[in-house]
């Protein structure tokens, strides 16, 4: 390959498919024409979740090889919801909650990208241009460029109709029309000729594709980013307490630390590529050692350094990895000692929970009772304070809840529902 851009994504093994692959590479070869690409966000939960950040993260690649990103928050696709990946119908949030998750989002993917210079990267939120649109125009302008065959064809749909018990619904069946109008709209707007997604994405991409050639008689192009798994076939991104989110009130940088460190050796180098801007000659060396002296974990700090600054910032991380090396380096350490160990989320629920309800409920401890005497003692603290109180109600937020004098647990309790473009 020509590109810097793509020859880079080949290295690290990040392209699963590519529309149009030798033009597109042709299209971002010359140093001298920067291209301008995106990827879209549906603002499904109050947080983007590590899974978000592989196209994030390829974004930044791209910007760094001269190209221009556009991260699209999907504030007008988020009302509806994309079928991909979903075996049942999505529930429809309200337009407030929708409206206000894509302004968290927003504040979120900017560590991520430089926002100053010539290829300043942009946000965007794609009710700009779907709220303005008129059903009568839309269906025959835009919607007679579909047709229903091609539609029912894609596995996202095709695989829900088969389930007569679920089915689809035409809002959600609608979806690809809508995001096939995004890539348009932002090829309109910015000149944007290439999409990038998950690989569950590729039907909406490729429809993009297809309407901007039709109407407009443009090329566009799309690449999509392989599916991460663990070699255990666990899936990437949960833990016992739940999604390891961006948002450092859901997913503090201890336990983004503490996410990575505990990366299994099978998967660390292909992580390292995948996560990281070090250099392959770099990660080649952590791998190397990592066989040599696995205990040693190397390649693990590494990635756990790297991407935590990525996404809390450097200060946030040196102080989660000295947090990390007094838990479990032996040099003892306590509650004071920076943010507060892995936790878990609560759902929402219509009155305060009572302290020895929320130690239960968050499995602090092994009973209902044990937590009651344990509060008893005095061993329970709620963000530094003891509490005597076994019903002392917790409402709607995040606490740091210490057990005795050595473990203290992140706890999040949710106050509305959430749930985190796929």
Not at 267 to 296: M, N, P, Q
Not at 398 to 410: E, V, W
């Amino acid at each position: 390959m020509q590109s810097p851009f793509l020859r880079d994504l080949q290295s690290r093994g990040l392209i699963a498919d590519i529309a149009n692959g030798e033009e597109l590479d042709r299209h971002l070869s010359d140093p001298a024409t920067p291209r301008t690409m995106y990827v879209g966000f549906d603002p499904t939960a109050d947080s983007l979740h590590i899974g978000s950040l592989l196209p994030l993260l390829t974004l930044r690649r791209a910007q760094i090889a001269g190209h221009r990103p556009i991260v699209l928050v999907g504030g007008g696709t988020g009302l509806i919801g994309d079928p991909s990946g979903k075996v049942g119908e999505r529930a429809l949030n309200p337009v407030d909650q929708v409206a206000a998750w894509a302004e968290r989002l927003k504040g979120q993917v900017r560590p991520l990208l430089g926002f100053d210079g010539l290829r300043a990267a942009i946000v965007v939120d794609n009710y700009e241009w779907l709220s303005r649109l008129q059903v009568i125009s839309f269906l025959r302008d835009i919607g007679k460029h579909f047709p229903l065959g091609a539609m029912i064809g894609r596995e996202a749909v095709r695989s829900r109709m088969g389930r007569s018990e679920v089915g689809i619904s035409y809002t959600e069946f609608s979806y690809q029309i809508l995001q096939a109008y995004d890539f348009m709209a932002l090829s309109d707007q910015h000149d944007c000729t290439v999409q990038l997604g998950g690989s569950d994405q590729w039907g909406n991409i490729t429809a993009g594709i297809e309407l901007i050639r039709r109407m407009r008689g443009r090329v566009a192009y799309g690449l999509t980013l392989p599916l991460v798994t663990k070699d255990d076939g666990a899936k990437f991104g949960k833990t016992e307490t739940g999604t390891v989110w961006l948002d450092p009130v859901r997913t503090s940088a201890y336990e983004m630390f503490q996410f990575w460190l505990n990366t299994a050796d099978a998967d660390v180098v292909r992580f390292l590529k995948y996560f990281t801007f070090l250099s392959l000659e770099e990660i080649e060396t952590l791998g190397r050692r990592t066989e040599a002296a696995a205990e040693k974990r190397e390649a693990q700090r590494v990635l756990a350094r790297e991407v935590t600054t990525l996404v809390h910032g450097p200060d946030k991380t040196e102080e989660a990895e000295r947090v990390s090396a007094a838990r479990f380096g032996g040099r003892g350490g306590n509650d004071s000692d920076g943010d507060a160990g892995p936790g878990t989320v609560l759902p929402p629920q219509s009155s305060p929970r009572p302290l020895w309800k929320v130690l239960h409920e968050a499995r602090l401890v092994s009973s209902a009772s044990e937590g009651r005497r344990l509060i008893q003692q005095g061993g329970v603290k709620v963000d530094g304070h003891s509490v005597a109180d076994i019903n002392a109600p917790l409402g709607a937020g995040a606490y740091t809840i210490s057990l005795g004098k050595r473990r203290a647990y992140r706890i999040i309790i949710e106050g509305e529902a959430v749930g985190p473009r796929g």
